[in-house]
């Protein structure tokens, strides 16, 4: 409503502002708070609300406010110059995506082609040490889903907050990697390599063909896996429409500001979650069921559920579901799990720069 104002130079009818505060009850404040930002003959709100619509309302806030002034307004320059930022990023992060898609989409027909005509060597069959019993695996995977599903909840049930589960994802990632070597039989099931290179094979913890290889590997893989991005995002536009709501990750409600916050959720999201899902949703996972059935069940199964444990709700899985699969055929391609951490660091990376500089 705000944003359609500035557009329209129009400021909303009472009627309007009326039928909002009725269907939405929370926002009755701030619908109070922009009745007398449009009309100045209402009553004026009390230093209480204001603060309350400021905070709710951010930059939008500033735009009601800057409503009609001029744009030498020291709040209207203001919300301006954040608008001109965010119109500036999303152009250029189109303009980046589209050629980056473009050049996958060149890869992706490539790397079909060479399929078909057997040129691509899928190493994961061959890695050594390839433990026989995959079992200690998918109990280890379990462990690490429930605990990443059942922890920040029971956080939640004490009245913890976040700080819970940033806690609780390390507890659920470190009790479903020590699972194979505490086991009962675990020593069974390493194989002849022992357990810890029989580990790290079943995961793709190794180098590969070396760990600048597997690195370009994985940039190659995931300009490659674009197109299956894209088409995932266009059909999360049709579910979005058919559930009535558009996906969101709700890290884009708590934003940090500070430069050390910044950088510690970088570091979360682009160092620390492509390390431990990979090698537990493309390594534990995806390696059990790789053992006991073909790569595009195996790939589909892990995708899917990699993609439902996210929080962005279901219209989102066809995106993410595309981007695992993507990550799964890096595994299979590569066998090392470094490319498909590489690409899940490089898709995070990208989306929470964009995040971080179009907010206004």
């Not at 709040?75 to 110059?81: G, S, T």
């Not at 073909?294 to 993609?307: D, P, Q, R």
């Amino acid at each position: 409503l705000i944003t359609q104002a500035e557009i329209s130079q129009r400021a909303p009818a009472d009627d309007v502002l009326r039928k909002l505060a009725h269907d939405h009850p929370r926002l009755g404040n701030d619908v109070a708070v922009l009745r007398h930002i449009y009309d100045s003959s209402t009553p004026a709100p009390t230093a209480a609300q204001a603060a309350a619509f400021d905070r709710h309302e951010g930059w939008f806030g500033d735009l009601a406010r800057s409503f009609g002034k001029s744009d030498s307004a020291p709040i209207r320059v203001k919300a301006l110059a954040a608008a001109r930022r965010t119109w500036i990023t999303l152009t250029t992060a189109f303009l980046i995506v589209a050629a980056a898609c473009f050049v996958g989409l060149a890869l992706f027909i490539t790397a079909l082609i060479l399929l078909y005509l057997r040129k691509i060597r899928l190493r994961f069959a061959r890695t050594r040490y390839l433990p026989e019993d995959r079992q200690p695996y998918l109990e280890a995977f379990t462990i690490y889903l429930v605990l990443l599903l059942v922890l920040p909840l029971f956080g939640a049930r004490l009245g913890i907050g976040p700080p819970w589960a940033y806690v609780s994802l390390p507890v659920a990632f470190i009790l479903g990697v020590i699972w194979p070597f505490v086991r009962p039989g675990g020593g069974r099931a390493a194989g002849a390599g022992g357990r810890w290179k029989a580990f790290c094979a079943a995961v793709g913890l190794h180098v590969g063909e070396g760990v600048f290889r597997e690195i370009g590997a994985g940039i190659i893989g995931y300009l490659a896996g674009l197109p299956l991005l894209v088409a995932g995002g266009a059909l999360v536009m049709f579910l979005s429409k058919f559930a009535g709501f558009t996906p969101s990750h709700p890290i884009e409600r708590h934003i940090p500001t500070g430069a050390s916050s910044v950088l510690l959720l970088f570091l979360l999201a682009s160092v620390y979650v492509p390390i431990t899902e990979e090698l537990m949703f493309r390594g534990a996972l995806f390696g059990s069921l790789r053992r006991r059935t073909g790569f595009l069940f195996s790939a589909i199964v892990t995708a899917l559920v990699f993609a439902s444990v996210h929080p962005q709700g279901w219209p989102a899985i066809p995106a993410l579901a595309a981007l695992a699969f993507t990550f799964a055929s890096m595994r299979e391609w590569r066998s090392s799990s470094i490319p498909s951490m590489t690409a899940h660091a490089i898709n995070n990376a990208s989306l929470l720069a964009i995040l971080l500089l179009a907010l206004p």
